[in-house]
C-alpha cells in the first residue's frame, strides 16, 4: 500500500450518498473522504450519507473522532448522516477505548439507513 | 515454518495503516481469534498515531508467542519524541467522554492483556502490548 492511493467511492442513490469504507481507515483515507464528500454535498447536495463501515474491522479513537467531525460538517452542509455495517470489533474497539459515540446513528445494514433517511 | 519479528518504521500517516495492516495479517497468521486480532491492530493504530501526533518518528517491533496452544502477539512501539512528563496522569481516564482526545492509553491497555510503558522525558516512549487469544 502507498501513501496516495487512499481512494474514497461515492455512490449516488435517489438522492442519497453511499460511501463504503475498506480496510484500516487512517488518516490519508479520511482526507480523501472529508473532501470528496463535502465537495459533493456543495455541489450536488444529498439529503442523506450512508458511511457504510461493514469493510472496516479496525478504527481507533483519532479516526472515530474525525469521522465525528466530517460527519458534523456533513450536517451543517444540510445532509443527514447514518453509520451502516459497524463490525463488532470496532464497536468493541470504540466503546473499550471510551471514544465519543453520542453523535452516531447507525443501522445494520445500507437498506436499513436508507429506509431511515427516507 | 519458524515465526520471525517484524519491523515497521514509523514516520508518515501512512505508516500507521502499514502497522495495522501487519498486525491483522500477523495475527490471523498465527491463528488468532478475530476479535483478538481486531483488538490488538486497534491498540497499534492508537499507539503508532501516538508516535506521528507527538513523537514524529519511532517504529513497532512485532513477535508472535505461543502458551501451549495458545497464540499471542507481542508489540513493541517506541518513539524518540519528548517522552510523556506526567505518565501518571496519561494513565488516567478522563472523567468524561468527548471534547479533546487524550494519549488513549487507558483505553489501549484496555484492548491488550499487558501493557508496559516506560517513558524518558526528552528520550522518548517505549510501550510493549501482549495479546492473547
Redesign the interface.
Known amino acids: 500500500m502507498s501513501e496516495g492511493d487512499a481512494r474514497v467511492v461515492l455512490q449516488a442513490v435517489g438522492g442519497h450518498i453511499i460511501v463504503p469504507l475498506q480496510g484500516p481507515v487512517g488518516e490519508p483515507l479520511l482526507d480523501d473522504l472529508e473532501e470528496a464528500l463535502l465537495e459533493h454535498l456543495h455541489l450536488k447536495g444529498a439529503r442523506g450519507v450512508v458511511l457504510d463501515l461493514a469493510g472496516v474491522d479496525v478504527l481507533d479513537q483519532y479516526d472515530f473522532d474525525r469521522l465525528r467531525r466530517i460527519v458534523a460538517s456533513a450536517m451543517l452542509m444540510g445532509a443527514q448522516v447514518v453509520l451502516a455495517g459497524v463490525r463488532p470489533s470496532v464497536a468493541a474497539g470504540i466503546t473499550t477505548l471510551d471514544a465519543d459515540d453520542r453523535w452516531a446513528r447507525a443501522t445494520r445494514t445500507v437498506e436499513q439507513a436508507l429506509a431511515l433517511l427516507r | 515454518m519458524k515465526e520471525s519479528i517484524q519491523r515497521v518504521r514509523i514516520l ?3 505508516d ?3 502497522a ?2 501487519t498486525v ?1 495479517e500477523a495475527a490471523e497468521r498465527i491463528g488468532m481469534k ?2 483478538a486480532g ?2 490488538v ?2 491498540a497499534v ?2 499507539l503508532a ?1 501516538n508516535v506521528i ?1 507527538y513523537a514524529g518518528a519511532g517504529r513497532m517491533t512485532l513477535r508472535p508467542l505461543r502458551n501451549g496452544s495458545q497464540p499471542g502477539l507481542e508489540v513493541v512501539v517506541e518513539d524518540y519524541g519528548p517522552g510523556i512528563i506526567d505518565v501518571e496522569q496519561a494513565m488516567t ?2 472523567v468524561s ?3 479533546t ?1 487524550g494519549l ?1 492509553l ?3 491497555r ?2 491488550v492483556d499487558e501493557f508496559e510503558l516506560e517513558s524518558k522525558p526528552g528520550e522518548g516512549t517505549r510501550v510493549r502490548i501482549v495479546k492473547w487469544g
Open positions: 508518515a500517516e501512512a500507521t495503516v502499514r495495522v495492516l491483522r478475530r476479535s481486531s483488538a491492530a486497534t493504530s492508537e498515531t501526533k481516564d478522563r467522554t468527548g471534547g482526545l488513549g487507558p483505553g489501549t484496555r484492548l
